[in-house]
């Protein structure tokens, strides 16, 4: 006995020293040089400050009373993210049968029988046990079960949390989205009544200052085509809402909201260091996870070549004389222990640590390559703001241009100003306009997605 325990003592020893009881570790990754420069083609965006706009509360982000209630109302009921909460509720319930397997399992299985032979009068046994059996975790089977069960934990929390970081900024998305048409909405009115009271006074003009025909008809012309692109504007609008209804669960409706020119978000674009974003970014996380949940399987399949050692017992109150127990009842105990090695099992425990080492490379693969993922949008994002903050400065000095070219137009339109100088002013205006809305959207939008890249969603 004493040689048989020193055996198993020194083949634990052996098996510590192949890996099997040790905890997942992350594997170096380099993030430096992660977020390109947006100013430069060939550097990388060096960043030592360590706060981070995915680190600050959505709350202090989108300022917009009313988004914040449609935010709330889409954290309380979107369907999306009640689903990750009930998966979140399973894998604790998973952890918890992982830790329950070192406790010993208990079974009662009550019996009764009735027997007569040639006619004699019946025999009556029974017997009322509480069978139990423990599985002895030497070679680390259950522990990396339930360090695996851990890891499915940690990454159904990091689901939970990728869904609210998109219900945020999709919310967001679709709000800025409604205000720009909006105000691309109230502008086109606008010029539509500018083009309309063109026409009517042109035509009014018409033999007084020598018009012709086809300029009247040029001026109503663009005055039906300005009014034309209203009802497009007011499908986009009522789309949107119906988009934001759903993500709210709720049935398509109207959105409150605020103006365009109200909105105040964020100008300094903090990153943070790269290291940052494998624990804010929850996508990335997850990925982490996976890796370190095939990690423990690799070791699980590795225990799986070693003794699965069991140790079962009973104890019953029966009558039974097959027991050697005589009327009346009285006490029967019973221990077992038992040791299974497997020695030959047509390939499947080779084949399965295969498996779960092939599952550990790809997880490792599928890890990295969403570190270079975040990273680019991180990028992409940064370039988006830096854009189209330069193009909405220039085109609000080419709207109040053409804004004046307007008006001295319209002054002339008496004094040998041609239709076609009108038409044309008042169209580039329009376009200038909508430009400049354009622009001042996309940043909006920029902003929100790298609130979205930078793991945002606190």
């Known amino acids: 006995m004493k040689k048989y325990l020193f055996i198993v003592l020194c083949s634990a020893l052996l098996l510590q020293s192949c890996g099997i009881y040790n905890k997942y570790k992350r594997p170096d990754v380099n993030t430096t040089g992660l977020y390109r420069d947006t100013r430069s083609d060939l550097d990388t965006l060096v960043s030592r400050d360590t706060t981070s706009l995915g680190s600050t509360p959505w709350r202090e982000v989108f300022t917009d009373p009313q988004l914040q209630a449609l935010i709330d109302t889409a954290l309380a009921n979107n369907s999306d993210l009640l689903t990750a909460a009930l998966s979140v509720k399973q894998a604790e319930s998973m952890l918890s049968v992982a830790k329950l397997a070192y406790v010993p399992s208990f079974v009662f299985a009550p019996s009764g029988s ?97 018009y012709t025909e ?31 209804s759903l993500l709210l669960a709720q049935a398509p409706q109207h959105i409150n909201r605020s103006t365009f020119d109200e909105q105040c978000l964020p100008s300094n674009l903090s990153t943070g260091v790269g290291i940052q974003l494998l624990r804010n970014r929850p996508d990335v996380h997850a990925k982490e996870m996976a890796l370190a949940n095939c990690f423990y399987n690799v070791n699980r399949a590795r225990a799986a070549f070693y003794p699965n050692i069991t140790v079962s017992g009973s104890l019953a109150w029966t009558n039974s004389s097959g027991a050697g127990v005589v009327n009346p009842g009285k006490m029967l105990a019973q221990a077992v222990a038992s040791l299974v090695q497997p020695i030959f099992q047509h390939g499947q425990l080779v084949a399965s640590l295969k498996v779960a080492k092939a599952d550990q490379e790809k997880a490792y693969l599928a890890w990295q390559q969403s570190i270079l993922n975040a990273g680019s949008e991180v990028s992409n994002a940064l370039k988006q703001y830096e854009t189209y903050a330069r193009l909405s400065e220039i085109e609000a000095e080419r709207t109040a241009t053409l804004q004046a070219n307007v008006e001295a137009v319209e002054l002339l339109m008496t004094n040998g100003a041609t239709y ?24 909006m939008q920029a902003v929100v997605n790298l609130y979205y890249a930078l793991g945002g969603g606190q």
């Open 114 to 210: 009735l027997s007569s032979w040639d006619h004699n009068k019946a025999v009556q046994t029974y017997s009322l046990p509480i069978q139990a059996s423990w599985t002895i975790d030497l070679f680390g089977s259950l522990t990396n079960a339930k360090r695996a069960q851990q890891a499915v934990l940690i990454q159904s929390r990091d689901y939970q949390r990728a869904v609210k970081t998109s219900i945020i900024s999709n919310v967001a998305n679709c709000y800025y989205t409604l205000l720009m048409l909006d105000r691309q909405l109230e502008i086109t009115r606008q010029t539509e009544s500018l083009t309309r009271e063109t026409w009517l006074k042109m035509q009014d003009m018409k033999e007084l200052y020598g």
């Open 420 to 443: 076609l100088e009108v038409i044309t002013a008042q169209q580039a205006l329009l376009s200038s306009q909508l430009t400049k809305v354009g622009d001042d959207f996309n940043k």
């Open 214 to 244: 086809a300029s009247v008809l040029s001026a109503k012309a663009n005055y039906l085509s300005v009014q034309a692109s209203i009802p497009e504007i007011e499908r986009q609008i009522r789309e949107v809402e119906n988009s934001l």
